[in-house]
């Protein structure tokens, strides 16, 4: 079973506009990553916050951790046509060895 | 500096039949994890080299095995296949830095099975 859940599955909006996904896991991580995949394609790394941090920057990004409800938030801001495309999260466990465990993904089109 | 490399890109098989993945971890990576993404989907785990080694594995059937050389590049190995297995196969190398696992990911090698 996937170890993260994205909310929402799908996000419609306007170009300028911010963008929020959130994230749910299961387990207790020892770190929580975002990727982002264009049309089927490899996926990207965008973001690592570690379980004893609550919040990370990076350009537009900005990630969010709540270990006590074991959710993560990411949040674009500024969006633009080109970030178009689909969003996971993956969390690695700390326990049970090095495996990273993705969710089902929050598909994002931004409308120019 | 080249990323990930994966082959073949696109490939078409039976059912029954036997499929090889390759895959090229980038430079200076020494774990490779393989994953497979069917449409619409999530990445799932299938396992982990570490060290020529299977190291972690996920919920897929034995008909699933690997292989990692001395070179850290790495193979997937899928056995009498099923209409299930069509997916998109993605690699991933990466390299245990400050107590985390960074994952690159190749193109993908996607599967067709008839």
């Known amino acids: 079973s996937q170890q993260g859940e994205e909310d929402p599955q799908a996000l419609s909006i306007q170009e300028g506009e911010n963008a929020t996904m959130n994230c749910s896991y299961k387990t207790s991580i020892n770190n929580l990553q975002w990727y982002r995949q264009n049309s089927g394609r490899g996926l990207v790394h965008l973001i690592l916050i570690r379980s004893n941090e609550r919040e990370k920057h990076s350009g537009r990004l900005r990630v969010t951790l709540d270990t006590s409800k074991k959710s993560s938030s990411l949040l674009i801001t500024a969006s633009r046509a080109a970030d178009t495309a689909s969003y996971f999260c993956a969390a690695t466990g700390n326990t049970g060895g090095f495996k990273t465990i993705f969710g089902a993904g929050t598909r994002l089109f931004v409308k120019a | 500096d080249a990323g990930v490399t994966q082959s073949p890109t696109h490939l078409i098989k039976t059912r029954g039949q036997q499929v090889t993945l390759r895959c090229s971890p980038k430079s200076g990576h020494d774990t490779v994890s393989w994953y497979q993404q069917a449409l619409g989907q999530g990445p799932q785990f299938i396992f982990q080299y570490y060290e020529e080694e299977e190291r972690q594995r996920g919920n897929f059937p034995d008909r699933f095995s690997g292989h990692q050389f001395p070179n850290y590049s790495s193979e997937l190995n899928v056995n009498a296949l099923l209409l299930g297995d069509s997916a998109l196969y993605l690699c991933?190398?990466?390299?245990?830095?400050?107590?985390?696992?960074?994952?690159?990911f190749g193109a993908g090698s996607r599967l067709t099975v008839l």
């Open positions: 991933a190398s990466s390299l245990y830095v400050s107590g985390a696992n960074v994952l690159t």
